[in-house]
């Protein structure tokens, strides 16, 4: 298994690889300086030399005495000990060599073909020395030009830098194991806001989602960090709480069934009854049994619906039609209610024609039932007054509206928030007992569940009468971005 390795342990490795990186390199740059003044230094001292004997061959003591300009270089030299001289004629005769230095003949048959002062260097014995290799003009008469080798030891230097390599073998661990120590110091202070939020989250529980990460009290790197854990929270919170009405309200809806039943068959239980009182009361419990199936159903729909939603089949759908055909069903329920139906308009678009139906129905339903007094359809509208609903349809371009408008009261402004919720009734005077699925307050959620997964929206907006839902789907017609099968959710296909 891997080791993970904490911020603090990672941020102080990598504090010290960085630090011995750049030890490492300021120790060779310092280094490579080193030389290269040795090496300029050198140059200086040789090339003062080379001068001397210059100055030297160029009046010499003696004109034409090859032994007296012998006794004069050696009494230049003889200050420096270290110091060794070769001269050379251009062709080759050997003037001057030191007995105990052999100079290096590659650089010497070098500096004869390129005729270029150049210094180089070259180990002997236990021994290192650096040279300048020049070609030197003589006043002597019997003498052609001179090639001159000056050098000098160069052990002094050597030792030098075999002490400066030690001590930066020992300075740079060193320097790495104290930059280890003052990292890990660093990361610890760094990181110290990340164990206030650790704090923080961990407060957070079931019963307390109201506790929030401190924003103010974090660097600038980790607002955004908060500010998203604040917001994750605030979405947990909502989650949570209408996860925990979802549940009471599921509790009341199932219990009233449940009760009545019981209730009922606890009665026909209790003494002997007559056929007829028996029907009466399967009859009943029937009654309540399909409530009970209606509503496991529907829950069953929007669990699917929360997992992606899935489209068993789809095709193209005239919408028109399809409301045509919803107005004619509900036209008795509208006639009773008081109710005028009204349509408008022509849209095509891709889907399950089931689904939107059912979408569809559930709008109208809801409108119908809205539209009359007060809210209350079925009672008349005051004055003799028919309520009205009204439904538009609008294609355009690449996107179809559906607008369901009804008369009545208007949606009061807290309610509109919650209208899409589960369970959710605005009236508290409605009757409990409904044949149709809005009754539950599953209805809105369904047809909310049902446009999402068409790739839709659905809104609702209120003003000083009635209400008005507004669907947007994607248009159907050729060359539109209607929903295509292959867009679809495919991972509740199998479910049933």
Same mark, same amino acid.
């Given at each position: 298994?891997?080791? /993970?390795?904490?911020?603090? *342990? ?5 504090? &010290? ?54 006794? *004069? ?76 080798v000056v050098a000098i030891n160069i052990d002094h230097h050597e030792r030098f830098m ?12 060193? /320097? ?49 960090? /908060? ?6 929270? @605030? ?15 599921? /509790? ?24 007829? +009182? ?27 619906? +929360? ?5 068993? !089949? ?9 409301i045509a055909d919803l107005l004619e069903f509900y036209d008795a329920l509208a006639d009773e209610a008081g109710v005028r139906l009204q349509a408008s308009g022509r849209a ?39 309520? +009205?609903?009204?439904?538009?349809? *609008?294609? +355009? !371009? ?12 208007? @949606? ?6 919650? @209208? ?38 659905? !809104? ?7 209400? !008005?839902?507004? &669907? ?25």
């Open positions: 298994m891997k080791l /993970a390795l904490s911020l603090t *342990a990672r941020l102080t490795l990598l504090f &010290v690889l960085v630090s011995s990186s750049v030890l490492i390199g300021l120790g060779w740059l310092l280094n490579a300086a080193v030389e290269r003044h040795f090496i300029e230094m050198d140059r200086g001292l040789l090339e003062g030399k080379v001068e001397v004997l210059e100055r030297l061959l160029a009046s010499p003591p003696q004109a034409g005495e090859i032994q007296a300009l012998d006794d *004069a270089v050696i009494d230049m030299f003889r200050s420096d000990p270290e110091l060794k001289i070769f001269v050379q004629t251009v062709g080759g005769s050997l003037i001057l060599a030191p007995p105990d230095l052999p100079f290096p003949e590659q650089a010497i048959d070098r500096q004869r073909v390129d005729q270029a002062d150049m210094i180089f260097s070259w180990r002997n014995g236990g021994s290192r020395y650096r040279g300048l290799a020049t070609t030197m003009q003589t006043a002597l008469p019997d003498l052609a030009p001179l090639l001159v075999a002490r400066y390599g030690r001590t930066l073998s020992v300075f740079i661990p060193v /320097a790495a194991f104290l930059s280890g120590l003052l990292g890990w110091w660093a990361a610890r202070r760094g990181l110290s806001p990340l164990h206030l939020l650790q704090e923080r989250a961990a407060s957070v529980t079931a019963s307390q989602l109201d506790r929030r990460l401190p924003e103010e009290s974090v660097p600038r790197e980790l607002k955004g960090l /908060a500010r998203e854990l604040n917001r994750m929270l @605030i979405r947990l919170e909502e989650a949570f709480r209408r996860l925990s009405n979802f549940s009471s309200d599921l /509790a009341h809806e199932m219990r009233t069934p449940v009760s009545n039943l019981l209730t009922q068959t606890q009665v026909a239980l209790s003494r002997s009854r007559t056929e007829g +009182e028996y029907q009466e009361t399967l009859a009943s419990n029937a009654e309540e049994l399909d409530r009970l199936s209606r509503m496991i159903a529907d829950m069953l729909f929007l669990a699917r619906a +929360e997992n992606g939603l899935s489209l068993p !089949s789809i095709e193209e759908i005239r919408l028109h039609d399809e095509v678009v891709r889907g399950n024609r089931l689904m939107l139906r059912r979408a569809l129905s559930n709008l109208l339903s809801n409108a119908i039932r809205h539209a009359g007094q007060g809210g209350q359809g079925g009672q008349g509208c005051e004055g003799g007054e028919a309520g +009205e609903v009204r439904i538009d349809l *609008a294609e +355009e !371009s690449a996107v179809v509206s559906l607008i369901v408008e009804n008369s009545g009261d208007p @949606i009061p402004p807290e309610v509109i928030p919650m @209208i899409f919720d589960r369970f959710y009734r605005a009236e508290s005077d409605r009757p409990r007992h409904e044949g149709a699925t809005g009754g539950l307050g599953l209805g809105l959620a369904i047809t909310q569940a049902i446009v999402h997964a068409h790739g839709g929206h659905v !809104s609702v907006t209120s003003g000083r009468a009635g209400a !008005s839902f507004r &669907v947007t789907l994607p248009s159907g017609k050729s060359g539109g971005n209607g929903v295509r099968e292959s867009d679809a959710p495919k991972n509740l296909a199998n479910r049933p």
